[in-house]
């Protein structure tokens, strides 16, 4: 350990990174190098409590990572100098860097070993062996790869290589890559996510690319509980799903209703501020069994005024009625049908161009194809299934109030004379009219 020791003094002197001779080239800086050793050295100068040895400081990973690296498990040594190269003591990252350059050059990972010795290499251009490894990964790489210069737009924007570092590159960057289609995507706070194809042409040395983000608006996000399956929600008239629902929505007013088919909604208008999220529970009532003319009196929000002349109970007098009734059942129930295929409709265009995450934005395009797609396939059925709803329950109470009166006449005069009028009565949304029978 002594002699440790004093090599690692002597490499802090000289600022050296070199090797000793007795490695095979290109070697690692692991355990046995002077590189380490220097290191080995800093971490003996650690405060040694025994709050330190427990924590493993970043000197201490980078110790065992370089151990790994001696007995050849390079991608478990890598796992350990990725996760230091931020926390260990800036004067140190530079020999992080060219471990890894090395340990990637060693897997045959050579656009990833590129990148850590250039990095490596801008702290430390001087350093002879780095170069020379550098120079022979480049020889080996124009074989095979073409040299990709990725800027970006801001500049300090960050890049995810396909297949590559869940962390990203931090922009501007070079990377080597095999002739094909490759995939970028960009990211920075406060502006939308970037995808970018990069056709990667064979037989040219090197190519640019420019990924230009835009700035995103900030976004607010509307939740509604719920546990109903037949609880649907609409946003200014339009159906968007079922509670529970959540969805990120541009700041601004919006009516939201809330309700089951066939029932009067509640409704409520709200207002959506960015970066908070609006939970609204409405009050609704359990649902009910209720007959076609109770459901639709109720949706209506008026009684509804009945008079008829009577007629004596015979089946050639009400056959006709019980037809009213039934078309209007099927009526309804057809509209029922209708709202359910809209509501089917809107959550697979809703799966097909997802809004995404704060993380992991949907692409900018999936709105407009959404709308298109409500249009053509969702709206449609939407107003069949509400004007199937009024003319089948129209139909049904009328059926069922003729029955009614029928019944309730048997005893009166057959000279009874019966008449038919319209009397006005107003509704919660200012219609006023309704059928009036007399007898």
């Not at 999220?277 to 209506?300: C, I, R």
Request: net charge negative; aromatic share 8%.
């Amino acid at each position: 350990m002594a002699s440790k020791q004093q090599a690692g003094a002597s490499a802090a002197a000289n600022g050296s990174t070199g090797l000793p001779s007795a490695r095979r080239t290109p070697p690692l800086l692991p355990a046995s190098g002077l590189v380490l050793a220097f290191l080995l050295g800093v971490g003996l100068q650690w405060p040694a409590t025994d709050a330190v040895a427990q924590s493993k400081d970043p000197i201490s990973l980078f110790n065992e990572a370089s151990d790994l690296a001696d007995k050849g498990l390079y991608e478990e040594a890598i796992a350990i100098w990725l996760m230091v190269a931020d926390a260990i003591p800036e004067k140190y990252r530079p020999t992080v860097q060219v471990n890894l350059g090395l340990a990637y050059k060693k897997l045959g990972k050579l656009p990833q070993a590129h990148h850590h010795l250039s990095r490596f290499l801008v702290a430390k251009p001087q350093d002879p062996d780095a170069t020379a490894w550098l120079a022979e990964t480049v020889g080996e790489l124009r074989r095979t790869h073409v040299l990709v210069h990725v800027r970006c737009r801001p500049e300090d924007a960050r890049v995810f290589v396909q297949g590559e570092s869940k962390e990203g590159y931090a922009c501007p960057f070079d990377w080597w890559f095999e002739p094909g289609r490759r995939l970028l995507r960009g990211e920075k706070e406060g502006f939308e996510q970037k995808l970018e194809v990069v056709d990667v042409t064979a037989g040219r040395p090197e190519q640019d690319v420019l990924l230009e983000l835009v700035s995103a608006e900030q976004w607010g996000y509307l939740e509604v509980p719920g546990t109903g399956k037949s609880v649907q929600v609409f946003l200014n008239g339009m159906l968007e799903g079922r509670v529970p629902f959540r969805r990120k929505l541009k700041p601004g007013s919006y009516e939201l209703m809330v309700g089951r088919p066939g029932e009067l909604p509640w409704k409520k208008q709200i207002s959506v501020v960015a970066g908070q999220t609006l939970v609204e529970t409405p009050e609704l009532a359990p649902p009910e069994e209720k007959k076609p003319e109770e459901t639709l009196a109720a949706q209506l929000g008026t009684p509804v005024h009945v008079a008829a002349k009577a007629e004596e109970e015979s089946g050639a007098g009400s056959w006709w009625k019980w037809s009213l009734v039934g078309a209007g059942v099927v009526a309804a129930a057809t509209g029922g049908a209708l709202g359910y295929l809209a509501m089917d409709a809107n959550e697979q265009l809703k799966r097909d161009y997802p809004d995404g995450t704060a993380e992991n934005p949907a692409p900018i395009q999936h709105k407009n194809l959404y709308d298109k797609g409500y249009d053509e396939q969702v709206q449609p059925k939407i107003v069949s299934s509400y004007v199937l709803y009024g003319i089948g329950g129209a139909m049904a109470i009328a059926g069922g109030v003729l029955l009614l009166v029928g019944n309730g006449s048997g005893g009166e005069s057959k000279d009874t004379e019966g008449k038919l009028g319209l009397a006005p009565v107003l509704l919660p949304d200012g219609a006023s009219m309704s059928f009036t029978f007399s007898w």
